[in-house]
C-alpha cells in the first residue's frame, strides 16, 4: 500500500509536531499538494537545484526540508531567476515541499538531541525554554572532562566536518556542553547562563565572539551545516513508523552536501 502525502505529513507531525514552531516561522507544506500518492520520499537539508534533480531521478513525489523554500511573501514568480527557476522545476515535475524547520529543531529526538546524542552527552536538558516542557538547544555533560582541543577532534569527527572556528583556550579543560543547530549567535547569554564550559553553534560574528570570550565562554563554531545529521535520522524516523503502518513507500535521505563554503 502506498501512503497518501497526507498520511505521510500526519506522521512526520507527530514526529515535529506544528505547535512547536517559533512564531512566523515558515513551516508545512510550502509548494505542491498532498492530495496524491507518495511513493518516493527524500528528506533534505536545504531545496537547491542539485537536490530538486535528486528527486527528480529516484521519482519522489515530496522532499521533506529543515530549511524553507519561501521565507518571505512573493511579490513576483520570475523564472528567469534562480528562486523562480527553483519553483518551475517543482511544479513541473509535480513534487511537493514540506518544511519541518523550528518545529523540528525543537521537537523530542529531533535536530538537537540528534546533534548531543552523537557526541554522548548525557543529563540533557533544554539550553533554553521556549514553551512549557519543550524548548531550543540542548545542554549535557560529557562522560568525563577533555581539553577542548581533543574535544574539537571530537566534534569534527562526529559531525563530519573539515574545520571549525573556535574561541577560547584550547587548553582548558571541558565538562558541561551545550549545542545548537543552525545559527546560535542569539543563546550566547542563555549558554553563559547555564554554565556551560562550551557551547557548539554556527554563524557566530565577530562581536558575539568578543563578547563570549569577555564571558569566558568557549564556542565551537562548526557551522550551519551540521543539522544535515537530521537527513538520515528523520528519514530512518519517518521509514520506521511508515513500514509498521503496513505502507511500501520508501524515504530516502539526500546524498548532496549543501554546505555552501569551501574550505582551503
Same mark, same amino acid.
Not at 78 to 104: F, M, Q, S
Not at 112 to 127: K, S, T, V
Given at each position: ?12 507531525d507527530?514526529?515535529?509536531?506544528k505547535?512547536?514552531?517559533?512564531a512566523?516561522d515558515s513551516?508545512g507544506?510550502?509548494l505542491?499538494?498532498l492530495?496524491k500518492?507518495?511513493?518516493q ?10 537536490v530538486?534533480?535528486?528527486a527528480i531521478?529516484?521519482k519522489?513525489?515530496?522532499i521533506?526540508a529543515?530549511?524553507?523554500? +519561501?521565507?518571505?511573501? #512573493?511579490?513576483?514568480?520570475? %523564472?528567469?531567476l534562480? $528562486? =523562480?527557476k527553483?519553483?518551475e522545476a &517543482?511544479?513541473?515535475?509535480? +513534487?511537493a515541499v514540506y #518544511?519541518?524547520h523550528?518545529? %523540528?529543531d525543537?521537537? $523530542? =529526538?529531533?535536530?538537537n538531541?540528534? &546533534?548531543?546524542n552523537m ?6 536538558r533544554f539550553?533554553?525554554e ?13 562522560p ?16 563530519d566536518i573539515?574545520?571549525v572556528?573556535?574561541?577560547g583556550?584550547p587548553?582548558?579543560?571541558?565538562k558541561k556542553v551545550?549545542?545548537?543547530g543552525?545559527s546560535g549567535r542569539?543563546?550566547v547569554k542563555a549558554?553563559?547562563f547555564?554554565g ?11 562581536h558575539?565572539a568578543?563578547d563570549?570570550l569577555?564571558a569566558?565562554?568557549?564556542?565551537i563554531?562548526?557551522?550551519?551545516n551540521i ?5 538520515p535520522?528523520v ?10 503502518s ?5 524515504v530516502?535521505p539526500s546524498n548532496?552536501n549543501t554546505?555552501p563554503?569551501?574550505f582551503?
Amino acid at each position: 500500500m502506498i501512503a497518501k502525502g497526507q498520511t505521510i505529513i500526519q506522521i512526520m507531525d507527530q514526529l515535529a509536531p506544528k505547535q512547536l514552531a517559533f512564531a512566523d516561522d515558515s513551516i508545512g507544506l510550502q509548494l505542491g499538494t498532498l492530495n496524491k500518492s507518495v511513493s518516493q520520499v527524500l528528506v533534505a537539508l536545504d531545496v537547491t537545484s542539485e537536490v530538486i534533480e535528486e528527486a527528480i531521478e529516484m521519482k519522489a513525489e515530496l522532499i521533506i526540508a529543515h530549511h524553507p523554500i +519561501i521565507y518571505r511573501p #512573493i511579490k513576483h514568480l520570475r %523564472l528567469d531567476l534562480p $528562486a =523562480g527557476k527553483l519553483y518551475e522545476a &517543482l511544479i513541473k515535475n509535480d +513534487i511537493a515541499v514540506y #518544511i519541518a524547520h523550528t518545529n %523540528l529543531d525543537v521537537a $523530542a =529526538g529531533g535536530v538537537n538531541d540528534i &546533534l548531543a546524542n552523537m557526541l554522548g552527552l548525557e543529563q540533557l536538558r533544554f539550553l533554553q525554554e521556549v514553551q512549557h516542557d519543550q524548548g531550543i538547544g540542548r545542554v549535557g555533560k560529557l562522560p568525563e572532562h577533555l581539553l577542548l582541543s581533543d574535544f574539537v577532534k571530537a566534534v569534527k569527527n562526529a559531525y563530519d566536518i573539515p574545520a571549525v572556528r573556535l574561541v577560547g583556550d584550547p587548553n582548558c579543560m571541558i565538562k558541561k556542553v551545550a549545542v545548537l543547530g543552525g545559527s546560535g549567535r542569539d543563546y550566547v547569554k542563555a549558554a553563559i547562563f547555564a554554565g556551560v564550559d562550551v557551547l557548539i553553534t554556527g554563524d557566530i560574528d565577530y562581536h558575539t565572539a568578543h563578547d563570549a570570550l569577555a564571558a569566558g565562554l568557549n564556542i565551537i563554531d562548526a557551522g550551519h551545516n551540521i543539522e544535515k545529521l537530521l537527513k538520515p535520522a528523520v528519514a530512518n524516523m519517518l521509514q520506521e513508523k511508515l513500514w509498521k503502518s503496513g505502507y511500501v513507500t520508501k524515504v530516502r535521505p539526500s546524498n548532496l552536501n549543501t554546505e555552501p563554503f569551501q574550505f582551503m
